[in-house]
């Protein structure tokens, strides 16, 4: 299992970024999809994360109104759409897979498989 993420890079403060993050050597309908994040000296922090397209994600509340997680089961990508970023949101950005579950799940420790990680830095 690879998973490949990639759409960071640096943005003014109130801009946009999408992130992807390509997955290969499973069935990627099968499981479910977070993103989380991390600065220097802080433990990983939840994003955001979709079990299937049409049922309800979830998201950490500093990234609420602002993200979208989204899956592309035919590409076997997930998505994050990240509006209106702000330095607070600098950090790099990891995709993370695990099992389908009921719900969306956000502790770092159930997700099995880990992206590369992709720096978003935020200019004030």
């Known amino acids: 299992v690879q998973l490949q993420a990639s759409g960071g890079g640096l943005v003014q403060a109130g801009g946009s970024l999408r992130l992807s993050c390509a997955a290969t050597g499973l069935t990627f309908s099968n499981y479910a999809m977070g993103w989380f994040r991390q600065t220097p000296g802080k433990e990983r922090e939840f994003v955001a994360a979709?079990?299937?397209?049409?049922?309800?994600?979830r998201y950490a509340d500093s990234v609420k109104g602002r993200f979208a997680i989204s899956r592309d089961d035919a590409e076997d990508v997930v998505y994050l759409s990240m509006n209106s970023l702000t330095p607070e949101d600098t950090a790099v950005y990891y995709c993370?897979?695990?099992?389908?579950?009921?719900?969306?799940?956000?502790?770092?420790?159930?997700?099995?498989?880990w992206g590369q990680g992709t720096q978003v830095t935020v200019s004030s």
């Open positions: 993370a897979l695990r099992p389908l579950a009921k719900y969306p799940i956000a502790a770092a420790r159930e997700y099995d498989y």
């Open positions: 979709i079990v299937r397209s049409g049922l309800a994600p």
